[in-house]
């Protein structure tokens, strides 16, 4: 089993008198190594996301409140499959966070799942509209509600994107940019995933265009904010 050593600072009075000595000083912070428990990474980083999304959805609760039609809503696949999409986005992004923070750590294996989301909600979005008339595509790919959509998905994933920066700030990402923008698509999928408790549009292209262009320019709001914000 495999553990991270965390090195704390030995205080000034139990360093050695004598740095000189290279052995000693070596023993004496070697004796400062505490074991940290597998895990305890990820859990910081979920309990962060998780902080942030929650604080995301009570805005969405008092400042949009949810669909009226949400009882019945739950009852159809539509509903479902636009959630499973958004919380697909932000887990794989997350998981992918989570590499990132590593010093050299590779994410592009984790990044790749993000084309399962994504190949599948473009095939929806594909099938409705070759089954749609062209004055019925029209509505499935603009709703309506085009114009706020992304901007209020983006706003929403403000949260989640505070907080797991952060989590991240207290961890040893070196990539910043990069690491900045996985925390930004993460956010941005649960901020959108809030956000589909009130917003009613629920076609395939509607959700594979704006929902999809929302967290784009969240994960672009991380990957501008990082190099400054996650700096250390």
Avoid at 61 to 69: H, Q
Avoid at 81 to 100: D, H, S
Avoid at 159 to 170: K, N, Q, T
Avoid at 211 to 216: A, D, H, N, R, T
């Amino acid at each position: 089993m495999k553990f991270v050593a965390r090195l704390h600072r030995p205080s000034i009075r139990s360093a050695p008198k004598a740095f000189g000595d290279t052995t000693e000083l070596v023993e004496r912070l070697a004796e400062e190594l505490q074991a940290i428990k597998p895990g305890w990474l990820a859990e910081d980083l979920v309990l962060a996301t998780g902080l942030g999304a929650a604080v995301s959805l009570a805005l969405v609760l008092s400042v949009l409140g949810v669909r009226p039609d949400l009882i019945h809503a739950l009852g159809t696949s539509m509903f479902w499959v636009k959630l499973l999409y958004v919380l697909g986005v932000g887990v794989i992004g997350l998981f992918t966070v989570e590499r990132l923070v590593r010093p050299g750590g590779a994410a592009k294996g984790r990044a790749r799942w993000l084309l399962i989301p994504l190949a599948a909600i473009a095939a929806l979005a594909a099938a409705q509209l070759d089954v749609a008339t062209s004055g019925e595509r029209e509505h499935l790919l603009m709703g309506a509600s085009a114009s706020v959509c992304s901007l209020r998905i983006l706003g929403f994933s403000l949260p989640p994107l505070a907080g797991l920066f952060i989590a991240m700030r207290g961890l040893a990402p070196t990539r910043l940019g990069l690491a900045g923008a996985a925390g930004g698509l993460a956010a941005g999928g649960f901020g959108a995933a809030a956000y589909a408790l009130s917003c009613p549009e629920a076609a395939g292209p509607f959700v594979a265009v704006w929902y999809s262009l929302g967290m784009v320019a969240a994960g672009a709001l991380g990957a501008l904010l990082g190099p400054w914000a996650l700096r250390w």
